[in-house]
Every structure is written in structure tokens, then in C-alpha cells.
């Protein structure tokens, strides 16, 4: 079964600086996705980037960027000149590809605070 | 971006009583639907897989008599907590996948917060 594991319950970063979350994952698989969300206040959540993991190149979306380390099975979330509007929880998640159902599995999530 | 709804975004309901949530596609026809379930300060925990016009698939652990789970429709998902219980309280969310999109992409309905008094 796969797991995803994020250390990190809780972090904060000063405003325009650059934080990086965590994420491990165990999977037997070969081809699988893999999934940054972002859950504000509101509580809906928001895709923030993802990564295919036959693709050696790490995403990038704006300010946000992974580091995806296939061997280590590491995907971490690096978060540059951070704002205000970042601050959220942060969850990890692992799709499985080819799969008909294709449901996430998540991570416990890291809650992150960007000070002002 | 697709997107999706949920109703009611927040519920109280009387101990014993049932209650029905509705997770719909407004721009997109789903086949499959997700319902997740979130406790405060935690994780989201998938709880069953909705399938149009086919019987849900439950995660081990979850009652699937308690948590009907309904998709009539290609846009339209339903899950009724029968004779709820204030453990029921929770956050549920629902989640549709666009079989014309991504494979990979699912779209997140707002949630609804269900208290059981």
C-alpha cells in the first residue's frame, strides 16, 4: 500500500522568503502522480503543482517548485518570496497512474504561517 | 477550470436523524466522484469512490450502510449519513474527475461541515 509522510506539522517562514515543505512516499509503482494542495481557511482545496513521475524535470508553477528525488521517493515543495496569501495548510498527495479510479492519498499535512 | 459544487456547505442535524449531501459537476460530466472525510487538524481520508450508474466502492473500515452513497447521473453524486451520530461530525468533500481532461486532474468541491447534536 502506499504511504505519503510529511514531517513537518507545522512551519513559518517572514514574508518574501523562501520556505521549503517536506514529503516522503513509499510505492511499489513505477508510474504514479505526484501532488502539491494547498487548503486556505476556507477549507477548499487548491492544486498548487503537480509532477509526473516518469518526467526527470522537476515542476514549476510561478513561485512554487519541487524538488522530486525518484530513488529517495522525496517530493518537496519549495515556496519562493512567500506571501501573506500563502499561509494554509499544506498537503502531499500520491495518484497512482493508470489506475481507473485514480484516488489521492494524502499526507497529514503541513500547516504553514507566512509573517508579516 | 471545472468546477464543482457541494450542498449544503454547512448542516446541524439531530443524533438519529439522516442527512443527504449533494456533490455536483457544473461544467463537466463526471463518471467518478470521490468522497473524502476531514477531521479537524487532520488529513483528508477517502471513504468511498462513486461510480455512474454503478455501485460505490467503500474503503475498508467505512460502513457502507451508514454512508449511502448515490450517483444517478453524470453530474450528480449524493452521500447520506443515515442515523447520524456526533461522531459522524466531521468535514466531508467531494472530488469529480473529468474523463474529457487530465487522468491525473480532480477537481474539489468546497466541502460541507456537518454537526451532529
Known amino acids: 500500500a502506499q504511504t505519503v509522510t510529511q514531517s513537518q506539522p507545522e512551519m513559518s517562514v517572514q514574508e518574501a522568503e523562501t520556505v521549503t515543505l517536506s514529503c516522503t512516499y513509499d510505492?511499489?509503482?513505477?508510474?504514479?502522480?505526484l501532488f502539491w494542495y494547498k487548503q486556505p481557511p476556507s477549507r477548499q482545496m487548491i492544486l498548487v503543482i503537480r509532477?509526473?513521475?516518469?518526467?526527470?524535470q522537476n515542476a514549476t508553477e510561478n513561485r512554487f517548485s519541487v524538488n522530486f528525488q525518484k530513488a529517495a521517493k522525496s517530493f518537496s515543495l519549495k515556496i519562493s518570496d512567500s506571501q501573506l496569501g500563502d499561509t494554509a495548510m499544506y498537503f502531499c498527495?500520491?495518484?497512482?497512474?493508470?489506475?481507473?479510479?485514480?484516488?489521492?492519498?494524502f499526507g497529514k499535512g503541513t500547516k504553514l504561517s507566512v509573517k508579516p | 477550470g471545472a468546477v464543482v459544487s457541494q450542498h449544503p456547505s454547512w448542516v446541524i442535524c439531530k443524533s438519529g436523524t439522516s442527512v443527504k449531501i449533494e456533490c455536483r459537476s457544473l461544467?463537466?460530466?463526471?463518471?467518478?466522484m470521490f468522497w473524502y472525510r476531514q477531521f479537524p487538524k487532520q488529513s483528508l481520508m477517502l471513504m468511498a469512490t462513486?461510480?455512474?450508474?454503478?455501485?460505490?466502492?467503500?474503503e475498508q473500515g467505512v460502513e457502507k450502510d451508514k454512508f449511502l452513497i448515490n450517483h444517478a447521473s453524470l453530474t450528480l453524486s449524493t452521500l447520506t449519513v443515515t442515523s447520524a451520530h456526533p461522531e459522524d461530525s466531521s468535514f466531508y468533500i467531494c472530488?469529480?474527475?473529468?474523463?474529457?481532461?487530465?487522468?491525473?486532474?480532480?477537481?474539489f468541491g468546497p466541502g460541507t461541515r456537518l454537526t451532529v447534536t
Open positions: 472530488s469529480a474527475r473529468d474523463p474529457a481532461g487530465d487522468s491525473y486532474e480532480q477537481y
Open positions: 510505492t511499489s509503482e513505477n508510474n504514479y502522480y
Open positions: 509532477q509526473e513521475a516518469y518526467k526527470q
Open positions: 498527495a500520491f495518484m497512482r497512474n493508470g489506475g481507473s479510479q485514480g484516488n489521492l492519498i
Open positions: 461544467d463537466f460530466q463526471a463518471t467518478t
Open positions: 462513486s461510480n455512474e450508474g454503478s455501485k460505490a466502492t467503500y
